[in-house]
């Protein structure tokens, strides 16, 4: 049964998340659920008028051969997308979360990557940005609604090294991390199939390859806090997350952007 976990199957969940700062729990959703899931990003892949660079909901990739600059996601999606808002809200992912917050979960970003064909891979980063007041408790939930595995660029994790904390200065920029803060052969590939699930600390190093397969590598991507660190901050975020954006854009030149 989709969402059903055991008491000791939760526990060990629970457990490797915290220990290794990372965890994979699978068919976690059911079959249905993940062809409505499909179903709706094949709709949101159609909005034409959305995809537009000086749009700041959308992001962009260039490819890995022809340099071409490439749509790959929609951040925010549940506001345009119903089913992308019903699992980020899915009750047995919120069941799954308080567990390991030993507490109730807020949402605090939802993303939905498209990962087309050729599109370039992300160098190692930790998700945790250094705002102040950003919340130490944030985690990357990772929906896949196709398999995930190495010619696509599936995400690879890097255990443990989450107990070190933040690696980056705290200046609130994005910033790549050394080779050096890893062991890169202790790297985890997160190799999914639909109804699975990754969750990782926003401690968590991590990378993706580019996608050298001919298909899509979808996924929905969620980010949560726990409530008793700092509550319910989804829209505080973007709006901050947007100004940030704006001013960025504009120190390249960049301006007239807009949200819709």
């Given at each position: 049964m989709s969402g059903f976990m055991s008491t000791d199957a939760s526990t060990t969940h629970v457990r490797l998340y915290h220990d290794e700062?990372?965890?994979?729990?699978?068919?976690?959703?059911n079959s249905l659920e993940m062809e409505a899931l499909r179903m709706e990003s094949d709709t949101l892949l159609e909005r034409?008028?959305?995809?537009?660079?000086?749009?700041?909901?959308?992001?962009?990739?260039?490819?890995i051969e022809t340099g071409e600059c490439m749509f790959d996601c929609f951040d925010p999606v549940i506001d345009i997308g119903p089913v992308c808002r019903f699992f980020a809200h899915h009750e047995a992912l919120m069941k799954l979360l308080a567990l390991i917050y030993d507490g109730e979960a807020c949402l605090f970003k939802d993303k939905l990557i498209f990962k087309r064909p050729g599109a370039k891979g992300y160098s190692l980063h930790q998700d945790f940005i250094g705002w102040d007041g950003f919340p130490e408790s944030f985690l990357t939930v990772v929906i896949p609604m196709d398999e995930t595995n190495r010619d696509n660029g599936a995400i690879e994790v890097f255990p443990?090294?989450?107990l070190k904390g933040y690696l980056s200065p705290r200046d609130g920029?994005?910033?790549?991390?050394?080779?050096?803060?890893?062991?890169?052969?202790?790297?985890?590939?997160l190799e999914m199939t639909p109804g699975d699930v990754a969750i990782f600390s926003g401690f968590t190093p991590h990378r993706s390859a580019a996608?050298?397969?001919?298909?899509?590598?979808?996924?929905?991507?969620l980010s949560y806090n726990a409530l008793r660190d700092g509550g319910d901050q989804r829209?505080?975020?973007?709006?901050?997350?947007?100004?940030?954006l704006i001013g960025k854009y504009a120190e390249y030149g960049k301006t007239g952007v807009f949200f819709r």
């Open positions: 700062g990372f965890v994979i729990v699978r068919g976690l959703f034409a008028e959305l995809m537009d660079t000086q749009n700041i909901r959308c992001r962009w990739q260039d490819h443990r090294v989450h920029n994005y910033h790549e991390l050394p080779l050096s803060a890893i062991n890169e052969s202790e790297g985890v590939l996608n050298t397969s001919r298909a899509l590598r979808r996924q929905l991507y829209s505080v975020h973007y709006r901050e997350f947007h100004q940030w």
